[in-house]
């Protein structure tokens, strides 16, 4: 076990929950962090499991940069 454990941490330091923008505790104390809630952990998950979050499909091709190891 921590020898933390029971004990403030000097510093709490809160953020907003990134699913809820509720404020809540970051650090040891909190098992979801940086979420507030199991609810709001699994919302998370569950984007990233449908795929909400991804990159946009129209990215700019590398032709304009050109390949670094060609310009040596």
């Known amino acids: 076990m921590s020898e933390l454990q029971g004990q403030p941490e000097a510093a709490e330091r ?3 929950c990134p699913a809820c923008q509720q404020w809540c505790l ?3 104390r909190n098992p ?3 979420f507030c809630s199991a609810a709001c952990k699994g919302l998370d ?6 795929e909400s979050f991804r990159l ?3 990215t700019p091709s590398d032709g304009a940069f050109g390949d670094p190891k060609l310009l040596q």
């Not at 998950?45 to 449908?50: D, E, M, P, T």
């Open 14 to 16: 809160r953020v907003r």
């Open 26 to 28: 970051y650090s040891q």
């Open 32 to 34: 979801y962090r940086p």
């Open 45 to 50: 998950l569950g984007a990233w499991a449908s």
């Open 56 to 58: 946009p499909e129209d």
